[in-house]
């Protein structure tokens, strides 16, 4: 199992800013895609962002030119900009390696609030 820690979350007012931050102790996630998801009390687990290890990368259309996913693999790490936030974005986001069988390694989630 894939230990993954995600940080930067916090309380905003709408059309503030904040980076979350996702750090991989394993190597081979240079070889993997990473994404960011996000999950509302009630609510099913949604994917906002995926980067594959060459930094192709894919939006939800809810956060599609407001949010910006990188990585840096020489640290594995990924990053999650988020700008323009909105009130509907507030929910716990979670970092997640994939494998050929699915979303198999997460992080513990971070809280991301923004008020109106």
């Known amino acids: 199992q894939v230990q993954l820690l995600e940080s930067g979350g916090g309380l905003v007012q709408a059309g503030g800013s904040l980076r979350l931050s996702c750090v991989a102790p394993?190597?081979?996630?240079?070889?993997?895609?990473m994404g960011w998801h996000r999950q509302v009390a009630g609510k099913k687990r949604e994917l906002v962002a995926l980067?594959?290890?060459?930094?192709?990368?894919n939006y939800a259309d809810s956060v599609r030119g407001r949010f910006t996913i990188s990585r840096d693999n020489g640290i594995n790490t990924a990053y999650l900009q988020m700008n323009s936030l909105k009130p509907e974005d507030t929910a716990v986001y979670y970092c997640a390696v994939q494998t050929p069988s699915g979303w198999d390694y997460w992080g513990q989630g971070t809280q991301v609030t923004v008020s109106s």
């Open positions: 980067i594959s290890s060459g930094g192709v990368t």
């Open positions: 394993d190597d081979a996630v240079r070889s993997l895609i």
